[in-house]
């Protein structure tokens, strides 16, 4: 079974620029190799330096410029990165000139080293150097307040305690070691680091709240280690390292923990440039912060430190008091982790919940066979489109014949159809448009920002690659389609743009299927008129206002008659006399062509009966009934026939079913309705031959016992050599198929010579006669049997 989407009917809907890919492991990258270099490089030369002078003290300088001018670049490059977050893009930028900063600072304690090395040893700086370092710290400073304040009041609360706790310990430290070098007399050597360590915890501390209350910033959770790792590099070389140890003239810890701490920002941008667009990982409950008992257990060290200077008595108590601190520490951490595990269960129980809740919300607005959104989705959808007053398309999309595909291979094959149709829609759209299943084989699509015209132009390509075969249950089927567009106005609902666009499908259909339209105002008073054309249909079938008149089939030469072909007619009462063109149409549509049809196949065969009565061998042989597509796919239709020419008492090879070769060409459930018909012994004949798919294989697998040539190929016989041509074609095909061939639309006694002499013995046509009332009919009737008993008699 093969279903065609042909004619015009519609960016692949974009991937989010995240993805659940993995990091990208730690490659050794030329910024990398020469950091790690610069950074040993400064190591050794403080080293070398250290233990005896062998050079000037500038050269200490150089590893940790270059290396600063590594960091900005590294930095700036981070920030450019593709898919980074914008907030995380301008702390980068932000860092990037901190690095620099920092460069030109070192530059200024490379100069400083050369003229005054004492006042480098005592990280004495000059203003010049001064105002860069400041400058520095003031552009992470003001980076780290620009990012986005988020969590809510508790956690806003827990992180401020500790960042006052950072403070308070940092505050100790610096407070006992001034003291002490004060008590030694080094009171300017210590003025600086104690004031850089301050500074510096108090930036770690900012750094922490902040970051930790705003989701870490758009950074990774690896970029966060490295950034952490640098602030403690940082503090431990610009505070403590000063405090303790005690550098040579000339030298200043700084030629060794700026470079370490340029490394690791070095290290962090890497790794942010390579989580870019990477989907973050769920993120893990913490049992507890760390912080408070790191600061702690600090302290007490301090205590401890300071204890033993003072005598046993103090140093005892300051060990208990240590000793008390652990324990409680110890107990808590204990209460914490199994509070931990609850709230892990919790956790966890939750999740479930909210994925059984995203599944139950994503079933309730999506269809379940093709993952589409569902007629609730796409018309909530469409009226948050109209709201938002855009330009808006809505298209309507009904696949023909799609019925044909269910009957004829399977349920399960139409749905694989049904699949595959949806995943070709959701690589045709562009990004922002939606397409949904409204139900059965009718999908619906959203185009936002079109107007018809750019609409109509989507679908010609969406054309295009469903012209492509759709694998379905072991099947390659085309498909074919009818399509309405309407175009939203301002104002307009959801509900009537979308009754628009269904009217305009219905429109595409009317026109032949496979087609699209757009929705006007000619439409609509076309529409409005066959709903009211509908309605007297109805009405008619149960009034009984429909006739039927019966136009002769002749022998050639001499018109003798062989048939009758049964045709319906409507005189309405309003109205006068509706045409078939008119009314079949939307009996088809509307589904009252089945119980028109058989009460037009009864009341023709109990006529054909009253005729055999009346006149005996002098009734009509044949007699057609015209079936459509439609009733060939009712269930039982056969059976209906069967039933009807036992009921009537007629033979089943006197009755011909017409019928038109698009009823049967797609084959399916029509073929196989007209194959048991047939095998009643009932003929069949393929009505307005030539003006439909004219395949010669539908000769081969259609049991016709007769072809009606359309007349369309006999008005013209006798003046374009063509028409002559294709009608003379015709007759020998169906000679060779032992076919009768009969010529419609005979209207001059030229073409039924021209026709006789082709080969032809049947026609009909206004030239034999017209279609004749029932009475006309047995008027005939009873002056060819008068004729025939006087040619007895005589």
């Known amino acids: 079974m093969i279903v065609v989407f042909n004619q015009r009917p519609v960016r692949p809907i974009s991937q989010s620029v995240t993805n659940d890919r993995p990091v990208a492991r730690l490659h050794l990258t030329p910024l990398l190799a020469l950091g790690a270099f610069l950074q040993v490089t400064a190591m050794v030369l403080y080293a070398v330096n250290a233990s005896e002078p062998r050079f000037s003290p500038v050269w200490g300088w150089v590893p940790g410029i270059a290396l600063t001018g590594v960091t900005a670049v590294a930095c700036w490059q981070t920030a450019g990165t593709p898919g980074l977050d914008r907030v995380a893009a301008r702390l980068w930028r932000s860092i990037s000139w901190c690095a620099a900063l920092v460069a030109l600072g070192n530059a200024g304690d490379a100069r400083q080293s050369l003229i005054d090395p004492e006042r480098v040893t005592q990280q004495q700086h000059d203003l010049p150097t001064t105002i860069c370092y400041v400058l520095a710290v003031g552009i992470v400073v003001w980076a780290l307040l620009r990012l986005p304040l988020g969590g809510n009041r508790s956690t806003t609360t827990r992180f401020m305690l500790d960042a006052l706790t950072i403070g308070v310990t940092v505050s100790i430290f610096a407070w006992y070691f001034t003291v002490r070098a004060i008590d030694g007399g080094d009171a300017q050597r210590t003025t600086v680091p104690m004031l850089m360590l301050a500074v510096l915890g108090l930036i770690v501390a900012l750094a922490m709240v902040k970051v930790a209350m705003t989701g870490m910033g758009g950074l990774e959770h690896g970029t966060l280690r490295w950034f952490a790792a640098a602030a403690i590099v940082g503090t ?126 994503h079933r309730a607005t999506h269809d379940v066979l093709t993952g589409l959104a569902n007629r609730y989705l796409f018309e909530e959808s469409a009226q948050k489109l109209l709201a938002a007053g855009a330009p808006l398309c809505v298209a309507l999309v009904d696949l023909d014949d799609f019925k044909a595909i269910n009957d004829r291979l399977g349920h399960a094959v139409g749905d694989a159809f049904l699949v595959a149709i949806a995943e070709r829609l959701r690589g045709s759209l562009r990004e922002g448009d939606l397409a949904a299943r409204l139900g059965g084989d009718e999908f619906g699509l959203l185009l936002p920002g079109l107007t018809s015209a750019e609409a109509l132009a989507l679908l010609s390509r969406l054309d295009e690659t469903m012209s492509r075969p759709l694998p379905a249950g072991g099947h390659e089927l085309l498909a074919r389609a009818s399509i309405g567009v309407a175009e939203a106005w301002p ?280 279609p004749l009332p029932p009475a006309e009919v047995r008027s005939r009737l009873a002056e060819s049997e008068l004729a025939r008993s006087s040619v007895v008699r005589n």
Request: include cysteine.
């Open 491 to 770: 104002g307009a609902t959801a509900a009537e743009v979308q009754r628009r666009a269904d009217v305009a499908m219905y429109s595409a259909k009317d026109r032949g299927k496979g087609r699209f339209a757009v929705y006007d105002a000619a439409l609509e008073r076309t529409h409005e008129a066959d709903q009211q054309l509908g309605a007297d249909l109805r009405r008619a079938l149960d009034a009984g206002e429909f006739t039927l008149v019966y136009q002769p089939i002749v022998a050639l030469p001499d018109g003798r008659w062989t048939g009758l072909e049964t045709l319906v007619r409507w005189p309405h009462p309003e109205r006068g006399p509706i045409g078939p063109d008119t009314f079949i149409p939307i009996a088809e549509r509307t589904g009252l062509i089945v119980p028109l049809g058989s009460w037009i196949l009864r009341t023709a065969l109990e006529q054909l009966a009253a005729w055999d009565t009346e006149f005996g061998e002098g009734s009509p042989r044949h007699l057609g009934v015209n079936v459509s597509a439609r009733q060939l796919r009712e269930p039982g239709f056969a059976d209906e026939v069967r039933d009807a020419l036992e009921d009537v008492g007629v033979r089943p090879d006197r009755l011909v079913v017409e019928v038109t070769e698009t009823a049967v060409f797609d084959g399916g459930v029509a073929l196989d309705t007209l194959v048991a018909i047939s095998a009643l012994g009932v003929r069949v004949a393929l009505d307005d031959f030539g003006t439909g798919h004219s395949s010669l294989g539908l000769l081969r697998t259609v049991p016709a016992d007769t072809l009606k040539v359309d007349k369309s190929f006999v008005a013209d016989i006798g003046g374009r050599s063509e028409e002559a041509v294709i009608a003379s074609a015709m007759i020998q095909i169906t000679e060779g198929l032992h076919l009768w061939a009969v010529a419609e639309g005979v209207e001059t006694a030229a073409q039924a010579d021209l026709l006789h002499e082709l080969g032809y013995r049947f026609a009909q046509g206004y030239h034999f006669s017209r």
């Open 236 to 361: 431990v070389g610009g505070g403590l390292f000063p405090l303790v140890v005690q550098a040579p003239v000339g030298l200043s810890g700084s030629q060794m923990f700026v470079p370490a701490t340029m490394l690791c920002v070095v290290l962090g941008a890497d790794r942010q440039r390579r989580a870019a667009g990477v989907r973050p990982g769920p993120s893990r409950r913490r049992l507890f912060s760390v912080v408070p008992y790191a600061a702690v257990a600090a302290t007490d060290g301090l205590l401890l430190w300071v204890s033993s200077d003072s005598g046993r008595v103090v140093l005892v108590v300051a060990t208990a008091a240590s000793l008390l601190t652990a324990l409680v520490a110890v107990r808590q951490f204990g209460a914490l982790r199994d509070n931990g595990r609850l709230l892990n269960r919790v956790d966890q129980q939750l999740t479930q919940l909210n994925r059984y809740q995203d599944e139950l919300t």
